[in-house]
């Protein structure tokens, strides 16, 4: 009964949210990973978090912003000149091949750290705010999002994510032929696979040229100097989070038991270097105890909010009670709110749950909009009145966990 009043306020957080979203984006638009942007806006939300009686804490970590795309050049060149060798010596063409899937398996799939000391390094920032409950505290909840915005993909045309998809698709296919004809001509040929090709194993390297445009196109998806506003990804979660902590903080609202808090990540676009900082700080501290960690990324489109089952490219599978107390909170505010994974990327609830804690995603939008990691992320493309719904869910998470005493 207590949080009814904040319930019938939500329209001023809906106008917060929107207020909040629109003057980062215009005043701190070019937060890569490790940048004055972001640190900038890492700053701003501190001190909002701050003046509502939060406890915050800002915490530096070392980042390296290359190391979450460098990894495709690698592969890329790695892949053309493996194609190159196939028509001279086959040992070495697979040798290539090798090479080139290390970083893509490593770095593109799984997100490791392993290979960050090889590009340059910068110095990027995460925001952790808390507000007191009334009693002994039984529970917590952080709600979290990320302060950084993502490289624009290329090409910067209409449909530019199905072109995406189709190099990306063509470059595997070709990657796998191209390893195919390796093994087969090697093992035809014994020893090393030496020999100038011809014949029928000459007419398979040449259909190896259809896959060449793809690799060579790869090198130049992602823009290293241009990046999104990052007004739905993910300026839309920062801003949810804090409205729900403003509305706390100013109604007066204590939960009864349970604590609730807010962690912004930095360097998330660049394989979830914040939340990883945070959890090798933090996670011991929590790691046990009825925490839940709550990521909020990307609130766009209610016909696609959906509660994460699993994350880092579907590797990872995320905590089922977590999964539940979205759920139940979804369906105490009438929200239509899916089950689902992510299969292509990740959020910063891989971190968590890979830590060990508690921990979930909340996302609504469409990886082929025209939206996603773009220049056309900006707030006037953003939903006011999901986003309302979006505040009440995670008000609603918090009503939730008071609610188990």
Request: charged share 20%; hydrophobic share 50%.
């Amino acid at each position: 009964m207590k949080f009814d009043a904040l319930k019938r306020d939500s329209a001023q957080s809906k106008a917060y949210i929107m207020s909040e979203t629109e003057y980062v984006a215009e005043n701190m638009s070019v937060r890569g990973a490790g940048s004055v942007a972001e640190a900038d806006a890492a700053d701003h939300f501190a001190e909002k978090l701050e003046s509502l009686g939060a406890k915050v804490t800002k915490e530096e970590f070392d980042v390296a912003p290359a190391a979450a795309f460098g990894w495709i050049g690698v592969t890329a060149v790695c892949v053309l000149l493996a194609y190159v060798a196939y028509f001279f010596v086959s040992m070495v063409s697979v040798a290539l091949i090798i090479v080139a899937l290390v970083p893509l398996v490593v770095q593109g799939v799984l997100m490791s750290r392993a290979f960050d000391k090889v590009y340059i390094g910068r110095v990027s920032r995460n925001v952790t705010a808390v507000l007191p409950c009334e009693g002994e505290v039984k529970r917590r909840v952080f709600f979290t999002a990320h302060l950084d915005a993502a490289h624009t993909f290329r090409p910067a045309v209409k449909g530019r994510m199905k072109w995406v998809l189709a190099i990306v698709v063509a470059s595997l296919v070709g990657t796998i032929y191209l390893l195919a004809a390796d093994i087969a001509r090697w093992a035809y040929l014994g020893s090393m696979g030496t020999g100038l090709v011809t014949e029928g194993w000459l007419i398979a390297g040449l259909v190896g040229i259809v896959f060449v445009p793809a690799w060579i196109a790869a090198l130049f998806l992602i823009d290293g100097k241009k990046l999104s506003v990052g007004a739905g990804d993910d300026l839309t979660g920062c801003c949810v989070a804090l409205a729900v902590m403003k509305a706390l903080a100013e109604s007066g609202v204590k939960p009864a038991h349970t604590e609730v808090g807010v962690i912004l990540t930095g360097a998330e676009e660049c394989g979830l270097r914040g939340s990883k900082a945070w959890c090798d700080a933090h996670a011991e501290e929590y790691r046990g105890s009825e925490t839940y960690f709550v990521t909020l990324d990307t609130l766009r489109d209610a016909k696609l909010l959906k509660v994460h089952t699993r994350d880092l490219n579907g590797l990872k599978a995320l905590d089922k009670d977590a999964v539940g107390l979205v759920k139940a909170a979804a369906d105490n505010a009438g929200t239509e709110c899916g089950e689902g994974g992510i299969f292509l990327g990740a959020t910063d609830a891989a971190s968590f749950a890979s830590a060990g804690l508690k921990a979930t995603g909340i996302t609504a939008f469409d990886p082929m909009s025209e939206t996603y990691h773009t220049e056309n992320d900006l707030p006037e493309s953003l939903d006011a009145d999901f986003l309302e719904k979006c505040y009440l869910l995670a008000l609603g998470i918090v009503e939730e966990l008071d609610g188990r005493d």
